[in-house]
């Protein structure tokens, strides 16, 4: 008894579905490669937009120092010279020359 013959499968219709197969595999590994590349363009956009927000907090809290200072060098400023006005004005007190003060020594007996 003779077996009949199967047919032999056309070659270029396994060809086509292999190479297809492979095609997508390329195209889904580019599509990823595309999303990373967004994702890694993202995350440095952001860590440099938090370098210049920290460096503006920096600069904003030593401006605020510096405002701080000045305030409490123009109080004292504005306090002396009203302090003086006043007792010269009220009290007719008159600032002396600091070359003009002898001081005694109270240690000596």
């Known amino acids: 008894m003779t077996r ?7 070659q270029g219709r396994r060809r086509t579905r292999t190479q297809a197969r492979a095609r997508r595999g390329i195209l889904w590994i ?12 993202v995350s440095v956009a952001v860590l440099r937009m938090n370098i210049a927000l ?11 120092a510096q405002i701080a200072s000045l305030q409490g060098q123009v109080a004292t400023e504005v306090a002396s010279w009203r302090i003086q006005s006043q007792a010269q004005q009220k ?9 003009d003060i002898g001081y005694v020594d109270l240690s000596k007996k």
Do not use: K, Y
């Open 4 to 10: 009949p013959r199967s047919r032999p499968r056309p």
């Open 30 to 41: 580019a599509i990823s490669g595309i999303l990373l590349a967004g994702v890694v363009f």
């Open 54 to 64: 920290d460096h503006a907090n920096n600069q904003r809290a030593d401006l605020r």
């Open 91 to 99: 009290l007719g007190l008159v600032a002396v020359d600091p070359s």
